[in-house]
């Protein structure tokens, strides 16, 4: 009677642990930190728990196999006693169907559909067990004997997730409706965010406005007014000679002050240079926590190759930002059959609207890729085919490219189905 309770109870405790096991593997730490400012039972209890995985799940699988091999042990003397050997072999097979079925399959299965459930339930029992002196020091004592056998790593090992995976894991919460579809798009952006080059994402040198340092300040003034700038940069000898940044606010205050036919280098502010290899959400937390509002991006040889603001590394993540000043043509438009694009289109997100697999290379946008194909600078109707794309050159203004018309080489429209959410969320966010 003692050998059938024993069984019995080793089968019950393999089967909570399997559950634990399975739940503790499956909850997050994300998860369990909600979980706790919820206020749920055994919230905490689960985080702590989660914080050091392998040092948990350790005594629990070896809890799970001490209980089964138990079980195995002592069903194996019954049938011995009972019925002799030549049962021992069906006993065997009739064993491994019940562990499988109810201390393994439906266990973790019910903890898979409840995990979160599980988790808090099971948490205390862990904590408990993980509490108990002679369990660690036989785990320990176990995982140092593993440890002798497995190859010398050099590092640490971590988990971690990729981009891929952390879109895929988005992807599903949008499928499962845990997050709307701009939620995901942010969290899209985010991602992009860590791979964009800031050479991707500022003014180029030929559409920066700037103002020699001798420019009195009431021309500067004019200068921002006209182009709807709040900050301008003061070049000295030249464009590739950026000597400061001046705020608007600041030259209208020495303007009332009576001040304002004064050289406006005499009011300038120090420049933040920063390289067009630096990328974009590093750039973006540095310009945060400098207060930089503004920033001159530089090429490898010193010269100026543009500019950056704290408004264009958020536009990357929330799209375009417009305001009653903004009046540049449109990277971006459609018309039937195809498409229109300036030539500072980035060919990355080109191909993100239209579904195309336009080249990427030492060019960023659809003008440098024009560029390096032809071999020259192009005059207006030029045309050329890549990737199945027609692309006709419809403009050209100092020898910049400032229209591209697209369209499929079969003569099919493109399909613009990823452009039509673009837009349409780029409508609400301007709204």
């Given at each position: ?32 930190s909600a979980l706790r400012e919820e ?67 439906v266990p973790k299965a019910w903890a ?320």
């Amino acid at each position: 009677m003692i050998g059938i309770v024993a069984v019995v109870v080793f089968f019950l405790a393999a089967a909570v642990l399997a559950a634990a096991e399975t739940s503790l593997t499956s909850v997050t730490r994300a998860r369990a930190s909600a979980l706790r400012e919820e206020e749920r039972k055994g919230a905490e209890t689960l985080e702590s728990l989660l914080t050091n995985r392998e040092r948990v799940l350790s005594p629990v699988l070896l809890l799970v196999l001490a209980f089964q091999l138990g079980a195995a042990t002592i069903i194996g003397g019954l049938v011995q006693t009972w019925w002799g050997s030549n049962w021992i072999p069906l006993a065997l097979a009739v064993e491994i169907i019940a562990f499988f079925v109810l201390a393994e399959a439906v266990p973790k299965a019910w903890a898979l559909q409840n995990s979160s459930r599980a988790a808090l339930a099971i948490a205390p029992l862990v904590s408990a067990l993980l509490r108990f002196p002679p369990l660690r020091w036989i785990t320990s004592a176990l995982l140092a004997i593993a440890a002798l056998l497995l190859p010398k790593q050099t590092g640490r090992a971590s988990v971690v997730a990729s981009d891929d995976e952390l879109l895929a894991f988005a992807n599903a919460a949008v499928e499962s409706d845990v997050i709307d579809a701009s939620e995901h798009r942010l969290i899209e952006s985010v991602i992009d965010l860590g791979d964009t080059l800031a050479r991707e994402v500022m003014v180029p040198r030929p559409d920066m406005v700037t103002v020699s340092a001798d420019t009195s300040v009431s021309e500067a003034i004019g200068v921002a007014i006209n182009n709807g700038f709040s900050r301008v940069p003061i070049c000295g000898e030249g464009v590739d000679d950026i000597v400061g940044t001046v705020h608007v606010k600041s030259l209208v205050r020495i303007e009332r002050a009576g001040d304002g036919a004064a050289p406006v280098g005499e009011h300038l502010s120090a420049p933040h240079f920063v390289p067009e290899t630096k990328q974009a959400d590093v750039l973006l937390r540095e310009m945060r926590r400098n207060r930089v509002l503004l920033a001159i991006v530089v090429d490898e040889y010193g010269g100026t190759a543009g500019l950056i603001t704290l408004e264009d590394l958020l536009e990357e993540l929330v799209g375009e930002i417009v305001d009653e000043f903004d009046v540049e043509a449109p990277l971006f438009e459609t018309f039937r059959g195809g498409v229109r694009v300036h030539g500072r289109m980035p060919v990355d997100e080109l191909n993100d609207l239209i579904e195309g697999e336009l080249p990427v290379g030492d060019w960023d946008t659809v003008g440098g890729l024009i560029f390096n194909s032809l071999g020259h600078v192009p005059s207006v109707g030029e045309s050329l085919e890549v990737s199945g794309l027609h692309l006709v050159v419809e403009a050209v203004s100092d020898r910049r490219i400032t229209s591209v018309r697209i369209r499929e080489l079969s003569g099919k429209r493109l399909d613009l189905e990823a452009e039509k959410a673009d837009l349409a969320d780029k409508g609400e966010r301007a709204e």
